[in-house]
């Protein structure tokens, strides 16, 4: 009933969500120093990536999108879980999490 | 009723993604990013793939926010000052999203989408038989990948105990 | 799907009603120091809170989702399973998650052997 | 939700009677295990206030509503937050277990609206993929875990609360291994599916025979008995009930995980334990012992007995209850006849021995359904 004059719209409204998404992801990771926070970000943009999928499976009829999205979930979960081992090592090693301090190959 | 779900379902994603990148303390970054994810399970349910929606708990709000929250607790990280990399990335994620929009509506005013589509193929029985027939060498390089990766971060987090 | 989220809504809201009740009858008093420090048996808490945790429960964390993402896959492997057994190449889906099984097999046999999941 | 009024209406009173049932029966539960465990160490339970010591329920809960609701600490809201979470998992899983057969109900006239036939569901509501629902929402319940240790800014309910949350973690995985094996049995996500491909006596074939027992019921359990035992020890895990409640034992962190609560918010954490009890003793009953199947007289038999399907949803509800708080006195039995695990016995548990053997099971159905 909202978008009514933009009635072809109607069904790609979650790809606007999932574009929206994907982009306060993408900010998240650039803007930010905290090193756990861009991991954070960049789980956001996977999960948006997943809904993109999802609705153009629906409104194309895009067969064999759950099996992407079931991919995509599995390496965002194994790469999280990658990424957080690093942290914890930049952590023991820097004392801090900020990636300010990871300029050490800068000479 | 499902439709105004809906809009309370994105509505709600979208402000806890913001709340995870504007929030001061990255513990409750985690919080917030795994009621964005339950949320985003929901949309799929809503969007009548309940399979997957349940995988999406299962594995994003179940696994991976343990984890950060875990990681989290074990850095007690007292709340750092609200630090901003570069303020020029704003201006960026405006203009992309303005374009990307401009390119859906394009592709949406194009091609109309399909008359009476049948979502069969979002069960899970249908998944299988696509997954495994089609996608089988993939299937294989992720078992591959994820046995790595358990070898790789027992040796990573173990290496301080030689040091 | 609108039942799941008024059952969500209705649980919530009625564990707020029954935190909501002594906030109403309950006896307030002052806050003080002593009731507001953590609790140690009665001793005063000796050292300010934050301390340096084991890695060991981030590792389990990490191991969990790695096989909890293995038996993801088994998950549809075993609903279709009798509808592979009926397909012609059924053999070459069962030997493929074979392959799959071994490697969540070994993975699991070198963790136990690494002994990177006993905790004292 | 429904197609007219009178069936939404109809829907919204039953998702409410049976979240209040749930949380209803906990002080019941309370009760009955202090008594059961009074009548196991030979002494007498509660039965001072009120027949049988009914009302001494009433005193556990007006109790604590009494007192004073002290917070401290500027996580003011995660504080609150924990028990909250603590009790909403368990009861959405609670609303999608089926306690009876769905009845047709006829279109009848109702003061000059026509109301057309719909099915009336015995649970709150119906999904066709209930399994991975239940086990994605029960693995939420470790948030309440963590939050609850976190936001109570001290060493110990912090170190409680890691090490709950590690070991409801490990259990998961024996738990959805198990949960596999079901799934190659019954290869469907249903819970009304399962159940009704659970009833009339045990028949299998195997090697083109096929055997059929008819002393035995069809159930889960006959199929997979070291499914059922790899599934029952991975619930009462989840629940963190003796003897795997060391995050919350006396002894060792003081009071675990929930040491800075007090008051109705502990009453609450104890709420969301009893129901995530209840729930698991649920989910046995579905996957393993039949839901609500009555074995020795096939629903058939019942249904013409009876006359009405209505008739025949009502009984089976009966069924259902009996067999539910069979499995309830078996955990408080469990409760107070087994000595408390080690923490790294109960994580070797978890990990070297359940996991495995879950994992074999799963092959093991897998390889007779190939046969």
């Known amino acids: 009933m909202l978008l009514e004059p933009f009635s072809a719209l109607q069904n790609f409204f979650p790809v606007f969500l999932a574009a929206g998404l994907f982009f306060i992801g993408m900010t998240g990771v650039l803007m930010r120093k905290n090193l756990l926070i861009i991991l954070m970000s960049l789980e956001l943009m996977l999960g948006a990536v997943n809904l993109n999928f999802l609705s153009f499976a629906k409104i194309y009829g895009f067969e ?17 879980g990658v990424g957080l081992a690093l942290a914890v090592r930049v952590y023991k090693k820097f004392k801090t999490v900020d990636i ?6 800068k000479e | 009723m499902e439709t105004f779900l809906f809009y309370i379902f994105s509505a709600g994603l979208l402000l806890t993604a913001f709340n995870t990148i504007f929030c001061r303390n990255p513990a409750k970054g985690a919080l917030n990013l795994a009621l964005s994810m339950i949320l985003l399970a929901g949309l799929f349910f809503l969007m009548s793939a309940p399979f997957l929606a349940g995988l999406q708990l299962i594995i994003y709000a179940g696994a991976v926010m343990v984890l950060f ?46 008359e009476n589509p049948s979502y069969s193929f979002l069960e899970g029985k249908q998944i299988a038989l696509k997954l495994f027939t089609e996608y089988l060498l993939i299937f294989e390089m992720i078992g591959l990948l994820l046995l790595v990766i358990a070898i790789g971060v027992v040796v990573l987090s173990r290496l301080d105990k030689e040091e | 799907m609108l039942p799941i989220v008024i059952l969500t809504l209705a649980s919530t809201g009625f564990c707020l009603f029954l935190i909501a009740i002594p906030y109403f009858f309950a006896p307030k008093d002052k806050n003080s120091e002593t009731k507001a420090s953590a609790y140690e048996c009665g001793l005063a808490p000796k050292q300010k809170r934050d301390s340096q945790i084991s890695v060991k429960f981030f590792l389990t964390a990490i191991l969990f989702i790695l096989f909890d993402i293995e038996i993801i896959f088994l998950y549809p492997f075993a609903l279709a399973y009798r509808d592979f057994l009926q397909t012609e190449q059924a053999l070459g889906i069962i030997l493929a998650m074979g392959i799959f099984i071994l490697l969540f097999i070994f993975g699991l046999w070198w963790e136990i052997k690494s002994k990177a999941l006993d905790w004292k | 939700m429904g197609k007219d009024f009178f069936e939404i209406s109809i829907n919204l009173i039953k998702i409410f009677v049976i979240l209040f049932s749930m949380v209803g029966l906990v002080p019941l539960l309370v009760w009955a295990e202090r008594r059961v465990s009074a009548l196991m160490q030979n002494r007498l339970g509660p039965n001072r206030y009120g027949p049988f010591g009914l009302l001494q329920i009433l005193a556990d809960l007006v109790k604590p509503l009494m007192k004073e609701d002290f917070s401290k600490g500027n996580k ?29 109900v006829p279109a009848f006239e109702f003061f000059g609206f026509d109301l057309g036939p719909y099915t009336f569901y015995f649970q709150s509501f119906h999904l066709n993929t209930a399994v991975v629902f239940a086990l994605g929402v029960s693995s ?92 029952f020890v991975a619930l009462i895990a989840e629940c963190n ?23 109705i918010k502990l009453i609450l954490f104890y709420i969301g334990e009893y129901s995530h009890m209840m729930v698991s003793s649920a989910l046995m009953i579905v996957f393993y012992f039949g839901g609500f199947d009555p074995y020795p007289f096939s629903q058939e038999t019942l249904l013409n007995f009876l006359g009405s399907d209505f008739k025949l949803s009502l009984v089976l509800f009966f069924v259902f209850i009996i067999k539910f708080f069979l499995f309830l006195f078996v955990f408080m039995w469990i409760r107070w006849s087994l000595p408390r695990f080690r923490y790294d016995q109960l994580m070797d548990l978890g990990w070297k021995k359940l996991l495995p053997w879950a994992l074999f099971n799963a092959l093991l159905t897998a390889w007779f359904i190939f046969l």
């Open chain 1, 100 to 105: 300010e301090a990871l300029n050490f190959l």
């Open chain 4, 241 to 263: 009930r003796i003897p795997f409640d060391l995050p919350e034992a006396e002894a060792e962190l003081v009071a675990g995980y929930h040491t800075e609560y007090g008051g």
């Open chain 4, 76 to 104: 003011k809201l995660l504080y609150y937050l924990a028990p909250i979470l603590a009790v909403v998992p368990p009861a959405v899983v609670f609303g999608s277990i089926p306690f009876s057969a769905p009845f047709q």
């Open chain 2, 69 to 114: 929250v875990m990681v989290l607790m074990l850095f007690n990280l007292k709340n750092e000052l609200f630090v901003f990399f570069k303020k020029r990335a704003w201006i960026w994620t405006v203009f992309l999203f303005g374009l990307c929009s401009g390119l859906i509506s394009l592709m949406a005013f194009s091609s109309p989408p399909r």
């Open chain 1, 64 to 80: 064999s999108a759950p099996v992407y999205i079931f991919f995509i979930i599995c390496i965002a979960a194994a790469e999280a």
């Open chain 4, 140 to 231: 939420l319940a470790s948030y309440s875990l963590l939050i609850a240790g976190w936001s109570s800014e001290s060493k110990y309910p912090l170190f409680g609360a890691l090490r709950a949350a590690a070991q409801n973690i490990s259990y998961e995985l024996a738990l959805s291994l198990s949960l596999v094996g079901i799934l190659f049995l019954f290869n469907s996500l249903d819970f009304l599916e399962i159940i009704e491909k659970q009833s009339g006596p045990l028949s299998f074939s195997l090697l083109g025979k096929d055997f059929v027992f008819s002393f035995l019921p069809n159930w889960g359990v006959f199929y997979q008995p070291l499914g059922a035992l790899i599934f």
